[in-house]
Structures are given as structure tokens and as C-alpha cells.
């Protein structure tokens, strides 16, 4: 499996920002693909994540502001981020877990960098 992640950019405070990641080769075996981020001097973390049944995850502080969802037909997941914020600042990265051989294995994309800032 392969992600493509794309989207990131500068924005000011309160401003909106959609992220996409495409993902290929073998896409059947994936059974959620996932937003994280890694801000300077932090530990990276879950930002929102999207299973194959279409449940949802969000990290509290962006419930209410970011929304993630897929296209199917596009095998990409899409993470919409609004009201953003200068904490929203980091390097934000795809994941896709792939279930093969009864194991569960994890797939990054790059990153593509979002900052708010005025």
C-alpha cells in the first residue's frame, strides 16, 4: 500500500484547510486509514482516523472543527479542518492499517506541513 498525501499549506487563524491522501496498491486489505500530526517538540498523535465501516475518531481538540471522510471510488480518505488554530500548527501525516496474513500492519505517508499563523 502506498499513501499520497497532499493539502498542507499556510493559513491564518480561523481559516480552513482540506487535506487529502490518496492510497494505492492494495487498497482492499485496508481496514482504516487515519490523520496524525507531530508538532515542533511534541509527540506525534491521533488526530482522526476513519474505519472500513465508517466509524469515526477524533482527538478532543479538534471534535467540533475537522471532519474526515472517504471517497471509496478515489481509495482517499480527506481530512477537512476548519476554525483552525496556531496549535493546529504541525507536520500531518496518512496512516493506513492493512490487515494481510492475520497480522495488522501500518503504512505512513509523507508529511505535509499545515501552519496557522497570522
Known amino acids: 500500500v502506498q499513501l499520497q498525501a497532499s493539502g498542507g499549506g499556510l493559513v491564518q487563524p480561523g481559516g480552513s484547510l482540506r487535506l487529502s491522501c490518496a492510497a494505492s496498491?492494495?487498497?482492499?486489505?485496508?481496514?482504516?486509514m487515519g490523520w496524525y500530526r507531530r508538532a515542533p517538540g511534541k509527540e506525534r498523535e491521533l488526530v482522526a482516523r476513519i474505519a472500513r465501516d465508517g466509524s469515526t475518531n477524533y482527538e478532543d481538540s479538534v471534535k467540533g472543527r475537522f471532519t474526515v471522510s472517504r471517497d471509496d471510488a478515489r481509495n482517499t480518505v480527506y481530512l477537512q479542518m476548519n476554525s483552525l488554530k496556531p496549535e493546529d500548527t504541525a507536520v500531518y501525516y496518512c496512516?493506513?492499517?492493512?490487515?494481510?496474513?492475520?497480522?495488522?500492519?501500518?503504512?505512513w505517508g509523507q508529511g505535509t506541513q499545515v501552519t496557522v499563523s497570522s
Open positions: 496498491g492494495s487498497v482492499f486489505e485496508i481496514i482504516r
Open positions: 496512516k493506513a492499517d492493512v490487515v494481510r496474513d492475520l497480522g495488522v500492519y501500518e503504512y
